[in-house]
């Protein structure tokens, strides 16, 4: 790995970082507004919109530029959401704004380490990339979580007296506009890559039928199938379960949002050890193989039910999210090889996102209109630890030997 691999990384690492850190100030901010507890998952559904209406033109963007033009320009877009909330606009409207940025910014970031890089190394650096990515996580829920809390606020603002800077939520935004902005100086200097696959037409008619014919190819082909459907899955569990993870803390643990979004970092930390462990043991051609865990991650959500130490807590969501990043580290390489063989890095991977966003979308849903219902956090946690179990029970069926027949 060369110094321009690792200032990919870098502009991914503080993106991702602002990005996570945003949307528990972002929380901060509706609860400062009183809104109703259902608007929680609503504010994820307006970031991730974009990536599903914006599917079929945000690919051939990416692929129509270098890599690493899209990602600053795209960083951008996420700044100026991020001023917009610091400026009063509305929560649901305003990271609506900076998910437009990021629906950009994914297959550019993704896309750029399949024509970067040999297939070889594909495991490896997506090991590398979901483990920063996760790190970022991590330290977004930390950050965010420690300047929302009025311990460590309060003397802060005190400290600056700046106009108009007057809650912690406040100052939290502050700190993350200054991390896009670092991320957009990273920007400039990822390197030149050149275009493989630029599409054939700016026409959105003609775009949007080469997305629907991407689309169809990539669920066709059995590797792409199987890779696409658990990646879809993961992620829209994934969002689900840090929304899960803050409402039970607050319940089985009294925490307040600030000990609940620090808390959401396990299971990102548990997401990194998982990614490390696929990257010794998990070979391209055997990826398949590892579907079982993803089993076993959902059984093990429901033992959150019975919990109410902080320390058993903590070590159950590393191990839920371990296992998450052991199985779809090698899933995500897979998907990114697949597509990239059939269509181009930057159009699979807006086929990827559009379906993984979707997912989330669904799940994000079903848990608002729970909230709405009031049902219990237990039962909620239930619902959505069975339905991830079977799901991947009814793929495993399905696919568990579709890699033994499939060509890489």
Known sequence: MNLGFYIILAAQFLSALADNALLFAAIAVLKDLNSPAWHTPVLQQGFIVSYIVLAPFVGAFADSLPKGRVMFISNIIKLAGCLAMLVGVHPLLAYGLVGLGAAAYSPAKYGILTEYLPPAQLVKA????????????????????????????????????????????????????????????????????????????????????????????????????????????????????????????????????????????????????????????????HSVKVLPVGIAMGLLVLVMIPITNSTLATLLLIAIGAMGGYFVVPMNALLQHRGHLLMGAGRSIAVQNFNENLSIFAMLGLYAVMEKLEFSIYLIIMVFGLLLAGIMAALYKRHGHDQDRGQM
Not at 238 to 264: E, N
């Open 126 to 285: 997506n090991s590398w990339m979901e483990g920063l990515t996760v790190a970022a996580i991590v330290l977004g829920a930390v950050v965010s979580g420690m300047l929302i809390s009025p311990d460590i606020s309060t003397p802060i603002l005190h400290a600056l007296h700046i106009p108009m800077l007057d809650t912690a939520a406040e100052l939290s935004i502050v700190a993350i506009v200054l991390i896009y902005v670092a991320a957009a100086i990273f920007n400039l200097y990822i390197p030149y890559v050149p275009i493989e696959h630029r599409p054939f037409s700016r026409s959105p008619i003609f775009l949007a039928r080469d997305f629907w014919h991407c689309f169809r190819l990539l669920w066709k082909d059995p590797l792409g199938q199987v890779s696409l459907a658990v990646t879809t899955l993961f992620w829209g569990a994934g969002a689900t379960l840090r929304l899960l993870v803050l409402a039970w803390a607050a319940i089985a643990l009294s925490y307040d949002i600030g000990d609940g979004a620090k808390l959401t970092a396990w299971v990102a930390i548990g997401i990194a050890i998982g990614s490390v462990l696929a990257a010794k043991f998990v070979k391209l051609e």
